[in-house]
T-cell receptor, first 112, second 114 residues
Framework: SQQGEEDPQALSIQEGENATMNCSYKTSINNLQWYRQNSGRGLVHLILIRSNEREKHSGRLRVTLDTSKKSSSLLITASRAADTASYFCATDGLDYGQNFVFGPGTRLSVLP | EAQVTQNPRYLITVTGKKLTVTCSQNMNHEYMSWYRQDPGLGLRQIYYSMNVEVTDKGDVPEGYKVSRKEKRNFPLILESPSPNQTSLYFC?????????????FGEGSRLTVL
């Protein structure tokens, strides 16, 4: 069962622009995390937001969480070519035990 | 250095020839998990383990086995590989604290079954 769904599937922007990716999920969660994957490499943790938090910042990253809409967004400000990667959200749901489930990801291309 | 180590990184094998992909972590994490990644499908969970001798099926467990005899190791076993198991496999671990622990991933094992 796929819990998270990222949107859009692919995003192409110019360097310096902001990139926004969205994640929707189906069941109640404890936490939501965002990960980044450079092509073919292992995923790297970016940020975690708890279900009782609405917004969190880390450097150029801003994450929001709306539990009433079961959705989250990841904003990358002032994007750089090095931000080109795939971004995934992962949730640990209350309904399916202690486990992490990933969405299909958003492929971000930042053009120089 | 904290890390998750998978081996082999690349493997080409033939249908039916049993193989094991090893995964080891040096962070004393309770939680470990295996995922496969296929184009357009994201990461799909195969099996996970909350601690030693505790394993559970993920979304796509068919054709795979796992064991967790030691905390640091979580091997993935393909008893009789088939071409549809050609994929990129990732092992991950986490210090599970009610889901607030981040996942640490290995670098991946690219498996081709002919």
């Amino acid at each position: 069962s796929q819990q998270g769904e990222e949107d859009p599937q692919a995003l192409s922007i110019q360097e310096g622009e902001n990139a926004t990716m969205n994640c929707s999920y189906k069941t109640s969660i404890n936490n939501l995390q965002w990960y980044r994957q450079n092509s073919g490499r292992g995923l790297v943790h970016l940020i975690l937001i708890r279900s009782n938090e609405r917004e969190k910042h880390s450097g150029r990253l801003r994450v929001t969480l709306d539990t009433s809409k079961k959705s989250s967004s990841l904003l990358i400000t002032a994007s750089r070519a090095a931000d080109t990667a795939s971004y995934f959200c992962a949730t640990d749901g209350l309904d399916y035990g202690q486990n992490f489930v990933f969405g299909p990801g958003t492929r971000l291309s930042v053009l120089p | 250095e904290a890390q998750v180590t998978q081996n082999p990184r690349y493997l080409i094998t033939v249908t039916g020839k049993k193989l094991t992909v090893t995964c080891s972590q040096n962070m004393n994490h309770e939680y470990m998990s295996w995922y496969r990644q296929d184009p357009g499908l994201g990461l799909r969970q195969i099996y996970y383990s909350m601690n030693v001798e505790v394993t559970d099926k993920g979304d796509v467990p068919e054709g795979y086995k796992v064991s967790r005899k030691e905390k640091r190791n979580f091997p993935l076993i393909l008893e009789s590989p088939s071409p549809n198991q050609t994929s990129l496999y990732f092992c991950a671990s986490s210090l599970w604290t009610g889901g607030t622990g981040e996942l640490f991933f290995g670098e991946g094992s690219r498996l081709t079954v002919l």
